[in-house]
């Protein structure tokens, strides 16, 4: 050892560019693709009407701190969704995992998908792996400058596109477009846009299966939630390699029943499931960190084993002990039952909680300096200040009385009667009871204010506090 | 590094120094991210020292470049200098969107009638959160932080009792012109016609006294009459109390164990009178300021 060069730690990355293939799996990913970027792209643009706040559908207005979702507007007070919106989000992909591997990476994950969409830019303009591969390794001139800067250009485009419509989530989309350029935008929309473009950049056109390899915290514990049923893609050793090997067609080797006798397995070694990987593995060597399990590698053996007659399925999505020992993966198991249980529960709740919303919040803080006052005529006053905030889309007539006492005198400060909260209004006010000293015991006696609506369309909220009695 | 061997087979250059016959020093490069950021921290300094104070020069200092002024709505310099914290800070309460929008709401109530601001309850709302500010700044220390007083000394504002009126009018002209609060000493009324004065009032406000000795009291409270009215319920043009209501601004009738404490107290008023001032405010504060503090102690408690 003494005589040996210490090892090199580090490897420089060798650019992986995929193969294009068909096939089932392709076609649903590609679906993915379409569906989510639909969503993702055009629901800052779509309008929905509202008596108070923006005609955006969705948009999360920070500046007066609500979240408008369609018909729901999600108040501070209502954050506690959005942990259960989280437990809900982890435990469903714990759930696929343990069920279906890395489902999520492979067809669904935002790296994943701006990757894909990244690729079939590069594609389209350098044409498939060959051509790219010609390319990359072609010295710097005109051609190679113009292919290049024309893939550049595309992605720079589509990743300002991306982080511009992430801002418009968080603006009237129309007028942020208008103000984003003359200029007149806030410095957080062009920091956010530029921030979010620089990272789809970077992180879908050259870093790539790098983020789900070194970066994401998922790959590093998705091994936890694996066993021998779940489904991952899956090369068939078995059948491939059979006793003496997998081995090229050739001469002696072309038909399946020549191979058989020489006790040679199905696979031909042509490695296309190794060049359409995105990540640049090969599927038969077995269930590996940097698998998303996209599928692609099944399509591309399907497309062989179609081309020679034989049947599908060398690689294909199994569990480990299907094709250890040919039984068929359960899916009934604790670990379904347990993920499926929890996902149920948190479900429930979140449905609950956001049908059992408030309309409005209210808080009743009682005046202690002084904590009451003798009036002229001998009663005793007490003030209260109440908050209101109207959490419904319609303006609402108040109905505020108060209960507890025998004979209480309730009063606006002010010189109105009655009062209306605006749809989404906010509201302050001073409260005054006053109560004959002689029909109550000196100390504190607890009172409900209660708050309705006047047209009785609202379940009446109750506020507990108490009334001051020298 | 002591290892002569382990050196030559990493080929790694060394600075040619040797120390202690084998001691040699590595000559390996800077991080490049190192470097650069040491550049650009080199670059920082020098565009710093133009922007902003630096360099002691004899007595004086580098002032930096002026790149900030700070104007208010007509135009006058608030601020002008080099950009820090403190500029934003004076720009921000200055032409902030909620500067601004304070302003607005500041301009609407001061332009709207004492009775505009109580019937909207979003006039009165401003009136009352400003107006808790400055009540604090200007009346809590002798009004107590609520408005409550401090007896005998500052009235309670939160009753329904005024000695000067509690319509918005009085009460406004109490905070512009102050008040001069002055109860005469009758230190003539002495005796068994003191004690028969101090029942006579007492029985006024409902309290249980002997009769004959409230009936003797009566004659004696004809020179109390002018200020207090016949019936005993007082002047707001003089700031004379009502002493037919349960509230006492000056004895502490409340506290008092029984009927011979009380009368002491009020013989204690008949023979040495009251003298309590208010400040005029008219000149220490605006217009606004003092229409805010007015809707606001309006609504204390009882006003009228």
């Known amino acids: ?470 | 590094m002591t290892d002569n061997k382990d050196t030559e087979k990493h080929e790694v250059e060394t600075t040619g120094h040797v120390w202690d016959d084998d001691l040699r020093e590595y000559n390996n490069p800077l991080p490049n991210w190192w470097l650069w950021t040491f550049y650009a921290t080199i670059i920082f300094a020098v565009v710093y020292w133009i922007l902003y104070p630096a360099w002691p020069v004899g007595d004086d200092y580098t002032k930096g470049v002026k790149t900030v002024t700070v104007t208010d709505e007509e135009g006058n310099e608030l601020y002008s200098g080099h950009w820090n914290t403190r500029a934003r800070l004076i720009d921000e309460m200055q032409n902030s969107a909620s500067a601004q929008k304070q302003r607005e709401y500041l301009e609407s109530v001061s332009q709207a009638s004492y009775e505009e601001i109580l019937s909207d309850p979003d006039k009165m709302a401003f009136a009352r959160s400003m107006g808790k500010v400055m009540f604090a700044d200007n009346c809590a220390g002798c009004h107590g932080s609520g408005g409550q007083g401090v007896m005998p000394y500052f009235p309670n504002l939160v009753d329904d009792a005024w000695l000067w009126g509690g319509s918005v009018e009085k009460i406004e002209q109490t905070l512009l012109n102050g008040r001069q609060g002055n109860m005469p000493g009758f230190a003539q009324i002495q005796g068994q016609q003191a004690q028969d004065l101090a029942a006579y009032v007492l029985s006024l406000s409902g309290h249980e006294v002997d009769a004959g000795a409230a009936q003797r009291g009566k004659q004696a409270y004809n020179v109390c009459m002018g200020c207090h009215g016949a019936d005993g319920t007082g002047n707001t043009a003089m700031g004379a109390a009502n002493l037919t209501d349960s509230i006492w601004t000056y004895a502490q009738i409340p506290d008092a164990a029984n009927l011979e404490e009380k009368k002491a107290m009020i013989k204690d008023v008949i023979q040495n009178g009251i003298q309590r001032e208010m400040p005029a405010f008219g000149n220490r504060l605006s217009k606004e300021e003092i229409k805010m503090l007015t809707a606001y102690v309006h609504e204390l408690g009882g006003g009228q």
């Open chain 1, 1 to 470: 050892m003494a005589d040996a060069q210490p090892e090199e730690l580090y490897k420089a990355r060798e650019p992986i560019h995929p193969r294009s293939v068909k096939g089932r799996f392709r076609r649903f990913k590609t679906g993915v693709l379409v569906v989510a970027y639909g969503v993702f792209f055009l629901l800052p643009w779509v309008r929905w009407e509202r008596t108070a706040g923006p005609d955006q559908a969705v948009m999360f207005d920070i500046p007066t701190r609500r979240y408008f979702l369609f018909d729901l507007t999600v108040y501070p007070q209502d954050m506690y969704w959005l942990a259960g919106f989280l437990i809900l989000a982890a435990w469903f992909l714990f759930f696929v995992t343990g069920m279906f591997g890395r489902a999520f990476c492979g067809y669904f994950c935002f790296q994943t998908l701006w990757t894909d969409f990244f690729m079939k830019i590069e594609q389209w303009v350098q044409g498939d792996r060959p051509k790219r591969l010609k390319l990359e390794k072609a010295p710097w001139g005109p051609h190679k400058l113009y292919k290049k800067g024309l893939t550049w250009f595309l992605w720079v485009a589509t990743a300002f596109w991306t982080g511009f419509t992430f801002t418009a989530y968080w603006a009237n989309a129309p007028e942020l477009l208008v103000d984003f350029f003359t200029g007149q935008a806030a410095f957080a929309a062009y920091a956010t846009t530029g921030l979010l473009t620089f990272t789809t950049f970077l992180m879908a056109g050259f870093l790539r299966e790098q983020v789900c390899i070194y970066m994401c915290p998922y790959a590093r514990f998705q091994s936890v939630m694996f066993d021998k049923n779940t489904i991952i893609p899956a090369y068939d050793f078995k059948r491939g390699e059979g006793e003496a090997g997998r081995h090229k067609l050739g001469r002696g080797f072309k038909k399946r029943e020549e191979r058989h006798e020489q006790g040679v397995g199905d696979c031909i070694d042509c490695g296309y499931c190794v060049q359409v990987c995105p990540t640049g593995i090969d599927i038969r060597d077995g269930l590996q960190l940097a698998c998303i399990n996209c599928g692609l590698c099944v399509d591309a053996c399907d497309t062989i084993m179609d081309k020679q007659g034989w049947p599908r399925g060398l690689v294909r999505y199994a569990a480990e002990k299907e094709i250890e020992g040919g039984e068929p993966a359960r899916v009934i198991r604790p670990k379904s039952i347990g993920y499926g249980f929890a996902i149920s529960v948190v479900t429930a709740l979140l449905i609950w909680g956001i049908a059992s919303q408030s309309p409005m919040d209210f808080a009743v803080n009682q005046v202690r300096q002084p904590l009451y006052v003798t009036l002229a005529d001998g009663s005793i006053q007490n003030s209260y200040e109440l908050k209101i905030n109207n959490k419904q889309d319609r303006s609402v007539e108040l109905d505020i009385s108060v209960a507890g006492l025998p004979d209480p005198e309730l009063e606006m400060a002010g010189s109105f009667e009655s009062l209306t909260m605006e749809a989404s209004g906010r509201q302050r006010l001073l409260m005054r009871i006053r109560h004959d000293p002689s029909e109550l015991a000196s100390g504190q006696h607890e009172i409900r204010f209660i708050l309705g609506a006047k047209d009785r369309e609202m379940e009446p909220i109750v506020q507990e506090t108490v009334f001051y009695v020298p």
